[in-house]
């Protein structure tokens, strides 16, 4: 996953989808499967990570300016 750390979100998302549509077509083998399920949950960890720190520095942002008091970002699980 180190090579991952140095993605950018909207670079890990497109990663994300690719393995996606590669999964969902249904004929990659179960070991390759697996290799591409263990990315895919790298790259969604990674990518939370970037929002939880945009989160927090929105925040920061403005209740800094005291525009907000809290900033809040409505998560579709």
Same mark, same amino acid.
């Given at each position: 996953?180190? =090579?991952?750390? %140095?993605?950018?979100? #909207?670079? $890990?998302?497109?990663?994300?989808?690719?393995?996606? !549509?590669?999964? =969902?077509?249904? %004929?990659?083998?179960? #070991?390759? $499967?697996?290799?591409?399920?263990?990315?895919?949950? !790298?790259?969604?960890?990674?990518?939370?990570?970037?929002?939880?720190?945009?989160?927090?520095?929105?925040?920061?942002?403005?209740?800094?300016?005291?525009?907000?008091?809290?900033?809040?970002?409505?998560?579709?699980?």
């Amino acid at each position: 996953m180190s =090579e991952n750390k %140095d993605l950018t979100f #909207e670079q $890990a998302m497109e990663q994300l989808e690719k393995i996606v !549509e590669r999964l =969902e077509k249904g %004929d990659v083998p179960l #070991e390759k $499967a697996i290799a591409y399920y263990q990315e895919g949950m !790298e790259l969604s960890k990674l990518c939370h990570k970037k929002l939880s720190t945009v989160k927090d520095k929105m925040t920061k942002i403005l209740t800094d300016q005291n525009e907000l008091e809290m900033f809040n970002l409505d998560e579709e699980v």
